[in-house]
């Protein structure tokens, strides 16, 4: 048995010294001292052995078992620490690398000057609202006062679907859609972002396909005075605080009177230059009082009722505030135009 036992030991010892990894490390105590090892086996055999080398041979067992332990303990330190070298090399981080640049997404000029807008009529209580792109004659022709046969049609060449369906040319059958829904109520404070077709040729400072922003106020004695005071508080939050509005007479079918709305120009702050065409002034968008007939037709009784209207278009405003010199520019997606927008 005593030889038996040094075998085992050696055998043992010789298998540890094999073993790579903390995993058959485990192995390994199983194998050889665990339950069903060999030394379990031998130590449950000693009951067989005589009183007298039964001590002896019991001694023996606990240097071997007490071997064991201690090679054991030492291989699992130093197999923990070659893989703990091992992770650590792996998972070394080169602090002095230089970092990546998150590439910076840009808000579309359209968008930021639709959103800016927004904010300022917020602020002044109205809502927002959209409607539909595919329109009928009805709404974007008849109710607002412009019958078939009327020559201010050609002011909007029409993208025609059927007879009756069509790609609406403005945002301003929204001020019809908006009083039927309104139902006669008051006050009636909205402005309207969307996008129009014309049929147009695309050039520097024309597209088939744009945006605009319409806007409507509708309740008791609203008034031409109501319309410039909106207006220039509107202009000075986007331009600047020093800016003024200056009203021209002009004609819409659905405004009476109408007028065309100039800012002082944002290149020259008045003093005239090319933008300008040295006037000074720079028209940003088309307003009136909402025409009696359109009240009447939406079912507002103009005898009590007034409202005014306007209609913006986001794009020559983006043009005037970041200096953009082609409309085409902004429908292109060309990287290196959006991205002169990042925090803008
Ligand atoms: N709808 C007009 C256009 O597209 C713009 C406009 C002018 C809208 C006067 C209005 C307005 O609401 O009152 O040319």
Redo the contacts with the bound molecule.
């Keep these: 048995m005593d030889v038996e036992l040094n075998g085992l030991r050696e055998t043992a010892l010789k298998r540890l010294g094999e073993v790579g990894d903390t995993r058959s490390l485990a192995d390994w105590r199983v194998e050889y001292m665990g339950k069903k090892s060999a030394i379990s086996t031998l130590s449950k055999q000693m009951g067989s052995l005589s009183a007298e080398d039964r001590p002896k041979f019991g001694q023996r067992m606990n240097e071997v078992r007490q071997a064991l332990e201690t090679a054991f303990a030492a291989r699992q330190a130093e197999l923990e620490r070659i893989e703990q070298a091992k992770r650590l090399a792996a998972e070394t981080i080169d602090v002095t690398l230089p970092g990546r640049r998150v590439p910076m997404g840009a808000i579309h000029p359209i968008s930021r000057v639709i959103r800016d807008i927004e904010e300022v009529f917020l602020g002044m209580g109205f809502s927002i609202v959209d409607g539909p792109e595919v329109e009928t004659d009805h709404y974007n022709f008849e109710l607002l006062n412009l019958p078939k046969d009327h020559p201010a049609r050609d002011?909007?060449d029409t993208f025609y679907l059927t007879e009756e369906l069509l790609l609406r040319?403005?945002?301003?059958p929204m001020?019809v859609r908006t009083m039927e829904r309104m139902r006669g109520e008051v006050p009636i404070k909205v402005i309207v972002p969307g996008r129009?077709y014309r049929r147009d040729e695309d050039d520097a400072t024309h597209s088939h396909a744009f945006t605009?922003i319409?806007?409507?106020v509708v309740d008791r004695g609203v008034r031409m005075s109501d319309l410039k005071g909106t207006l220039e508080t509107f202009a000075k939050a986007l331009f600047g605080p020093n800016q003024q509005v200056r009203l021209r007479p002009s004609y819409?079918p659905?405004?009476e009177p109408?007028t065309e709305v100039d800012v002082i120009c944002v290149h020259c702050q008045g003093d005239g230059c090319r933008v300008c065409k040295g006037t000074g002034w720079i028209e940003i968008?088309?307003?009136?009082m909402?025409h009696p007939r359109v009240l009447d037709m939406s079912g507002y009784d103009s005898q009590v009722y007034s409202g005014?209207?306007?209609?913006?278009g986001p794009e020559r405003i983006a043009m005037l505030k970041y200096g953009i010199s082609d409309i085409r520019l902004m429908y292109q997606n060309d990287l290196r135009f959006l991205s002169q927008f990042t925090g803008v």
């Design positions: 002011m909007q040319t403005h945002t301003s001020q129009v605009q319409e806007g409507l819409f659905f405004t109408s968008l088309g307003a009136g909402v005014f209207a306007f209609g913006m």
